[in-house]
């Protein structure tokens, strides 16, 4: 064996095998150090992305998104129970009150809501608090929302609920069906179910 700059070993030359061990650490260092930036950068990119609840709903349901009814979407059951009362006769351009009633099931560690309307029903009323945490099981959170229908035909209100139980993260989208005027539930165009 030779000492010095290569090492060396019945003939064979081993100086390549320091430089490679440096040139992997260093790989490593950096791969690691990018690593954490993209975790930060994910992260990040998921809580810009978490304002957006009715996003934040399809990502945690892509199989929602079916064309097929012959393999619905699995049903997502909740640990918040909604309830919602129309507080008058929905009529065209009168406010309409509704009252949401959300109560939890068992502790939540995250409930996030959003709302969304269908074309020709706008939510009038300013928005409630949308994000609430360290829920106890049977707390109750009340919304009260205005809308306003332009006009008689079907509409909806698009309600999307996120919870986080322990690691556990689960959304669901549950549409409320207004009708106002001559028309009938019955007859309302369809509306992919989400309950």
Known sequence: MKCGKHLTWEGHNFGIIPRMIRITFKVLVLGLALLQTGCSWVSG???????????????LNPSS?????????PVVQ???????TFKS???????????????????????????????GLEVVSSAP??????LKQYAVITHHLTLLPQSEGHY???LFVV???GEQQQGKEI?????????????APAEPENL
């Open 89 to 119: 006769k929905p009529l065209a351009n009168e406010d309409l009150d509704v009252e949401i009633e959300y109560m939890a099931l068992k502790d939540i560690n995250s409930l996030k809501l959003g709302y969304t309307t269908s074309d």
């Open 45 to 59: 990119l998921f809580a810009e992305k978490a304002d957006d609840v009715a996003g934040l709903v399809q990502r």
């Open 78 to 84: 909740l640990p918040v129970r909604v309830n919602y």
């Open 175 to 187: 549409s409320i069906p207004i009708a106002l005027g001559k028309y009938s539930l019955e007859a």
């Open 163 to 165: 919870t986080q139980v």
């Open 129 to 134: 608090a949308l994000r609430y945490t360290d």
């Open 65 to 73: 998104q079916t064309d097929s009814d012959a393999n619905p979407p």
């Open 156 to 158: 909806f209100l698009h």
